[in-house]
Antibody
Framework: QITLKESGPTLVKPTQTLTLTCTFS??????????VGWIRQPPGKALEWLAL???????RYSPSLKSRLTITKDTSKNQVVLTMTNMDPVDTATYYC????????????WGQGTLVTVSS | DIQMTQSPSTLSASVGDRVTITCRAS??????LAWYQQKPGKAPKLLIY???SLESGVPSRFSGSGSGTEFTLTISSLQPDDFATYYC???????FGPGTKVDIK
């Protein structure tokens, strides 16, 4: 059974760096084809894809946010970490961690999401 | 960047109706398209991948079609559990569409 759970701060100040951790179970990020990504959703708005890391450490980023994002993995801990620099109130959103469906880049398992508010 | 549009943005329908949602890509994405259903306060749920493949466990009233730049999600007979927001996603470069809310007429 695949599960993912996001953890991190619920409140960050403008200009600060956000660090979110995704802890997962039911699969290994060292297995060929596996990927874990991050998607966010501002309150009342649409989903926005952020980043994805593959089992071979290949990484993909949203072009519009690429300069602010870093995604890393710790295979031994079954964790993926997303950092986003220079946070702004418009970055207030629910951040989801998600599992890439094998042989596609669709998302077949999602975490419950964590709401991050950016405010001074 | 590949841009995604969806129409309509809101759709009012009744139980039993046949519902069709359209998703368009700004350039060809072959069949690299997924559809998700999201209910308030919940994470999205994968319905369709590779444009027309039904995800395991998803009712057969959901179907997807299309390729290239135009895609459709069809619900053959709308059920009470289907009132939700639907998103398409192209996974050539991962962009989501703006969503279509299906509500009760």
């Amino acid at each position: 059974q695949i599960t993912l759970k996001e953890s991190g701060p619920t409140l960050v100040k403008p200009t600060q760096t956000l660090t979110l951790t995704c802890t997962f179970s039911g699969f290994s990020l060292s297995t060929s084809g596996v990927g874990v990504g991050w998607i966010r959703q501002p309150p009342g708005k649409a989903l926005e894809w952020l980043a994805l890391i593959y089992w071979d450490d290949d990484k993909r980023y949203s072009p519009s946010l690429k300069s602010r994002l870093t995604i890393t993995k710790d295979t031994s801990k079954n964790q993926v970490v997303l950092t986003m620099t220079n946070m702004d109130p418009v970055d207030t959103a629910t951040y989801y961690c998600a599992h890439r469906k094998l042989h596609t880049n669709a998302i077949d398992y999602w975490g419950q999401g964590t709401l991050v508010t950016v405010s001074s | 960047d590949i841009q995604m549009t969806q129409s309509p943005s809101t759709l009012s329908a009744s139980v039993g109706d046949r519902v069709t949602i359209t998703c368009r890509a700004s350039q060809s994405i072959s069949s690299w398209l997924a559809w998700y259903q999201q209910k308030p306060g919940k994470a999205p749920k994968l319905l369709i991948y590779k444009a027309s493949s039904l995800e395991s466990g998803v009712p057969s009233r959901f179907s997807g079609s299309g390729s290239g730049t135009e895609f459709t999600l069809t619900i053959s007979s709308l059920q009470p559990d289907d009132f939700a927001t639907y998103y398409c996603q192209q996974y050539n470069s991962y962009t989501f569409g703006p969503g279509t809310k299906v509500d009760i007429k």
